[in-house]
């Protein structure tokens, strides 16, 4: 089949900082002509009318109307990851465009990193790490104990594909798990993984030693965690997330943290990403908060 | 005055101090209190001849104190060495059993915690997370690369050096996160045991090679020391991790450095060094592909209150002529 009998997919770029990997572009050629956005926008009435899909990276290219517009023959809009609230939807839909993401594969990689996080942050092996290879140190305190994961109490909120498996992955430690989601699961699937529901998120937070947030970023999960759920959290409770750094109030989660309300946070995400360097000076105590980002192998 | 009778009957406890950054903590002390007349090292020094006939038991924490020839002689009385934790290479067992006192150690009580270690660092080396947290807080980051990668722990191959009970609980903990995994052991397990974690047993030679993950839970005997060194590195695959949770004198440290520096092996992540800590100049120390914990296998607060409570029913148990539920012996 000759290259220009592919179907062209818009990408944003191959390599650099947020491209398309080398690798990948050589198998998306075997299925696609594959049209840079640099390239369409040299040629934007030429390529406009070929470009019948967009294959999105790390949120790019960006999508807005005055791209639809140029693109009359776009069907699909295939975003990597499972996450999609950098998209507007309904505009994509007022457009006939269809819209994809990649649930399942991201699931193991992201239930591993949630677990990752939490057995960090609960033996403060950050912290155990630049104490074992500082300069000053002499010896190892006996009085420096972080807190058990095994046998403790984990709260998953947001209990889809990802959190299913993040409470495969704990029931190993057993711990005892809670969870809350829009919709309770079978029977059978809460039986495999020990799990139990909590209709009311205020149960999963006042019981949990660990909170993890699994949701997606929707109007309803937007700022799900704020003051008033971080207050009903143990004192002990160490918050982690895994879903969308929206999905929790930051300013609340400064003041839990300073004050104490909570005992620590893991997080993988934030808002924005990367958070401003002020924030980070002033406002996270690198031994209250482990927060990384962590892209997936994809 | 009853109340001092009392304490005094009960049997005298040599420990190292209480709370500080060497002694014991104050909520195990007061545990210790319930059973034992609780004497600190300081109050035997003030004066050995008194006190030293006192005591019974020795409880051994944090590799304190130290159990020499000396001490020895200055205890007439005592019977057993409660040592908290698993590993008992600290010890001089046979000079201890020459004076006729019984050592016991805490091999329940540590299991979950270092096995949850042990995954805690295969987790954090694989998806690089010292490093990420590193780069999200750091002055100079104004953006996430996207070409910057871990490697997937689910579904890889996890090789487990020493399948006791805390490398059976690794290997429950890593079944879940669907890991192929292979044990080598002097004893092989159950057909039944390996069964239920999906463990296949491997020769030691199989086991380097097949491995994205070789974790070391062994302990500390002469035919561990130095049971990784450069022949063993070799064997691993160059895409491959090494996780400590056993003893730093499992692996030798200067093949382990040429292995990390030559890219032999990918990356290591160790609980436990030789000595703890390591020299500030040790090369160990700056190398990015090497996770170090300070030896924290056990440190959490349950953990450690379960290894007193394991370490008093253990003494009491030889202070009242009981059959010991984990007394170890000289090889």
């Not at chain 1, 070929?50 to 999508?63: C, N």
């Not at chain 2, 020493?162 to 080598?184: N, P, T, W």
């Not at chain 2, 049971?227 to 491959?240: D, Q, R, S, V, W």
Request: aromatic share 6%.
């Amino acid at each position: 089949m000759e290259a220009q009998e592919l179907p062209c997919v818009l990408i944003d770029c191959i390599g650099g900082k947020h491209g398309v990997y080398e690798d990948h572009a050589e198998f998306l050629k075997e299925r696609f002509c594959l049209i840079t956005m640099k390239e369409y926008l040299e040629n934007k009435n030429f390529l406009g009318k070929k470009i019948r899909a967009i294959y999105m990276w790390y949120h790019k290219p960006v999508i807005n109307e005055e791209l639809l517009q140029s693109l009359p023959n776009l069907k699909i809009v295939a975003s990597s990851g499972v996450g999609i609230d950098h998209l507007d939807l309904s505009l994509l839909s007022s457009y006939g465009v269809k819209v994809s993401n990649t649930p399942f594969i991201v699931s193991t990689d992201t239930a591993d990193l949630g677990m990752a996080l939490m057995l960090a942050s609960s033996r403060r092996l950050v912290e155990g790490h630049q104490m074992a290879i500082s300069p000053d140190t002499e010896y190892f305190p006996a009085d420096w104990l972080g807190a058990e994961v095994s046998g403790a109490t984990l709260g998953i909120i947001g209990m889809g594909t990802i959190g299913y498996k993040v409470a495969e992955r704990a029931k190993a430690f057993e711990m005892k798990i809670l969870y809350h989601n829009r919709k309770q699961r079978n029977k059978e699937e809460e039986r495999a993984v020990g799990a139990t529901y909590c209709k009311k998120i205020d149960d999963l937070l006042q019981q949990a030693d660990f909170v993890m947030l699994v949701v997606n970023l929707t109007p309803q999960t937007h700022k799900l965690i704020g003051k008033r759920e971080l207050q009903l959290m143990k004192p002990t409770a160490i918050l982690i997330n895994i879903s969308r750094g929206l999905v929790v109030d930051q300013d609340a989660l400064v003041e839990a943290l300073q004050n104490k309300v909570i005992k620590a946070a893991a997080l993988d995400v934030t808002y924005p990403e990367p958070l401003p360097r002020l924030d980070i000076f002033f406002k996270f105590n690198r031994s209250e908060c482990v927060c990384c980002k962590i892209r997936k192998s994809l | 005055m009853s109340t001092v009778m009392a304490e005094q009957d009960l049997p005298g406890l040599l420990i190292m101090g209480i709370g500080g950054t060497h002694g014991v903590q104050e909520s195990l002390a007061a545990l210790l209190k319930k059973h034992f007349s609780v004497i600190t090292m300081k109050e035997l020094l003030e004066n050995k001849k008194e006190v030293g006939k006192k005591i019974q038991c020795i409880f051994v924490s944090e590799f304190r104190p130290t159990i020499d020839q000396e001490l020895l002689e200055s205890l007439p009385n005592l019977k057993v060495i409660g040592n908290s934790g698993v590993g008992v290479d600290h010890l001089n067992l046979k000079m201890i059993s020459n004076f006729g006192v019984r050592v016991t150690n805490t091999p329940h009580a540590v299991a979950d915690s270092t096995a949850d270690m042990g995954m805690a660092l295969m987790l954090a080396s694989a998806r690089r997370l010292v490093e990420g947290s590193q780069i999200a807080v750091s002055p100079d980051t104004n953006y996430f690369a996207a070409d910057w990668l871990g490697v997937e722990v689910t579904r890889a191959t996890l090789g487990i050096i020493g399948m006791g009970r805390i490398g059976y609980k690794v290997a429950q903990r890593a079944r879940a996160f669907e890991m192929k995994i292979l044990y080598h052991n002097r004893n092989r397990r159950s057909q039944e045991e390996e069964q239920a974690v999906g463990a296949c047993y491997s020769e030691m030679e199989d086991l380097l090679q097949q491995s994205d993950f070789v974790m070391l839970v062994v302990n500390l005997t002469p035919q561990t020391e130095k049971l990784i060194g450069k022949k063993e590195l070799g064997l691993m695959k160059p895409t491959a991790t090494l996780i400590n949770i056993s003893r730093g004198a499992v692996i030798d440290q200067d093949a382990l450095v040429e292995a990390l520096q030559n890219k032999t092996i990918k990356a290591a992540a160790l609980d436990v060094t030789y000595p703890e800590p390591l020299p500030r100049n040790h090369p160990l120390l700056k190398l990015n592909n090497v996770i170090i914990t300070p030896h924290i296998g056990t440190a959490t607060v349950q953990a450690t209150h379960m290894m007193a409570e394991e370490a008093i029913a253990n003494m009491l148990s030889v202070l009242n002529c009981q059959p010991i539920p984990s007394e170890v012996f000289p090889q």
